[in-house]
């Protein structure tokens, strides 16, 4: 079972090998919303994405929604319900590759906007320090992270989704539930590869 | 001249002596907004504030105030003009100490309410980990922050404003600028007792 | 009972309402061993720290001791069990408050040499963005961190030992336990207060 | 001129398309000194690296080396006198790529290992929460950070160095200064990429 957004590359697949110069001009809009071309500039076909999952490690960003109050404290964890692959239906966070010539902060935009839509009204944060770095290993056991797919370097992020919430693409639902609710148990132990430990953490990190 | 928000006490003191259980049915609104009896409650009288200022660390929160735009960027960094218990004109940050029975979250928004009005709508963090922590002393040079008052230990948060501004009490103005303006050196030379050092940190650990 | 260490007056307890000017000359070494005196400087009598603690919150540092590995890595973690001031054993962490005119360093510098002992080489953090910042209140429920006889604001930090421990004073034995041990999940159920909640955080941060 | 440490393919390359299961028994000690076959795990041909610059962001630890004293402050900071490519000689950190099947502390104790030598002692962090992550670009201008070469994104960490500093490779010299010399806005200004920019990061997180 996949644990993370893949690239799922189409016909419209183009930048591989192009020159570093086509990024001149490219802004956070491109990225974010795409330039109607069907993908984001950086996207890799399917080959190139496998042959370098093999080789190295590959940078990400993994994205905690939450929804807080007045005061900032985190009232609620979002969670989405995925189509996997092969047809399953897993739980997991908003997550995804940091493409070529793209920020942090463009990617993080992106697979909120990805999973959530257009109007989620994600608050990114001030600063880019990441509450943890998780370390995604293919071989089961090396970390608490696994994802047989690849090496993946995941950038961890709480960010509040202040506006409506629209499933996009494989995204079935987005679900809510308070951190102190029992619930909240039964959606970490429903995350594979790991991405569980990633709430716990943003919870510890966000003092609940 | 003083380097940070003074209490004020004035003839509503009353709560220095009394019983704990006073606080229980408290709320977060009493300490952002008052309890309509002149000061929120952990105010203490000059007396109290002056002997303990003697005696132990004083914890603060301060707050650089930011605009941020769409990604989460600063694209403005503010600062208050203040009338200073001499007279003066200060430039200064927002701060304030946390009262007794306050919450971190409750004295970051009461402080930002004093200072840039109930409809700043301040967006405060999900974690309430600092990006430093400020030690003031009152003796000059023992640390880059200095406070004649007192020792205070400032907790440092960097919080994007939302609304709009309508600086109260002693607050005349706030003043935003560019991170990267030629004006911002000029801003932060005005800030005294360290405070210029913390708007520098803040930009560092936002990353620009 | 109490969940934090208590400043313990006795005879020599010497420096409340003494002129600032009398730190001027004072060094880290005389808050870590003392003055020669019996307290360092800023201690205070039981008359004035009781008097405080019904006013303000008192500034604490909080300090997870642990022992790493080559690589940085928490192979354990460590906790005290102390005898409490009715007499009955509790286990806790290392926890004291700021003193006056002492900085965080010292602060955490003299509370491991009084609980760890001469020769425990601590190793401090290059920088003091503390893992989380714990809010103790004396109204139980108001948080996760419950302190009968104070509001207390700590600052907590993950600090390696890398000597050897000689418990001191009221610290009867130093345990470490391995932070993947079913012991760790019995110890961090004998803290009370909230104490065990840090530990966790502090795991949580150092990604264990 | 190459702004950060480069993998220098050699004949012993030998891991491009291997199969993952071979890096089950690797241990750290394989990737910090190598397997005797010249080159750690996860090393890449000239062909392979090149190809992948082009097309993905490449995961890098970077290092800010300190002295500290007894209470952890930061008394020196480091810097490398390398020659570059080019045959220049350039000022830079220690830095490196992290590699395929490589964890993060791994990383860091192999690049410094392989500049400073075998007995440089260094401290590592508890937890791996970098102080900043800095986002080098092909670009100039797109960021503060600029790589010819490729898209970096760098985990950035403050490491103390308790031991002796053997320079390695093309390492020429590791040169000490301390955080308020004159001599450090020198040092700073003869790093190219941002890399002083870094440095500048790392004092303002460590406090100084």
Redesign the interface.
């Known amino acids: 079972m996949p644990v993370m957004n893949d690239e799922v590359p189409d016909d419209s697949d183009f930048d591989?090998?192009r020159a570093?110069g086509e990024?001149?001009h490219v802004t956070?809009e491109d990225f974010i919303r795409g330039t109607g071309r069907g993908n984001p500039p950086?996207w890799?076909s399917a080959r190139?994405i496998e042959?370098?999952r093999?080789?190295?490690?590959?940078?990400y960003v993994e994205i905690v929604p939450?929804r807080?109050d007045?005061?900032?404290?985190?009232a609620q964890v979002g969670s989405l319900l995925r189509v996997a692959d092969d047809g399953s239906i897993e739980r997991t966070l908003i997550t995804g590759?940091?493409?070529?010539?793209?920020?942090?902060?463009?990617a993080i935009?992106r697979n909120i906007a990805k999973d959530l839509g257009e109007i989620a009204l994600p608050?990114?944060?001030?600063?880019?320090?990441?509450?943890?770095?998780a370390?995604f290993?293919?071989?089961p056991g090396?970390?608490e992270y696994y994802d047989p797919r690849q090496?993946a370097?995941a950038?961890c992020y709480?960010v509040?989704i202040a506006g409506d919430c629209k499933p996009q693409d494989e995204t079935l639902d987005v679900e809510w539930v308070a951190p102190d609710s029992d619930v909240l148990e039964v959606f970490l132990s429903q995350m594979a590869g790991g991405h569980g430990a990633i709430v716990?953490?943003a919870l510890?990190?966000?003092?609940q």
């Open positions: 591989a090998g570093r990024f001149d956070p950086g890799l190139d042959r370098t093999g080789q190295m490690p590959i940078p939450v807080t007045d005061l900032g404290r985190v590759r940091v493409l070529f010539h793209e920020t942090l902060r463009e935009a608050v990114l944060p001030a600063g880019l320090q990441p509450f943890t770095v370390e290993f293919p071989t090396l970390s090496h370097i950038l709480v509040p716990r953490r510890a990190w966000a003092g």
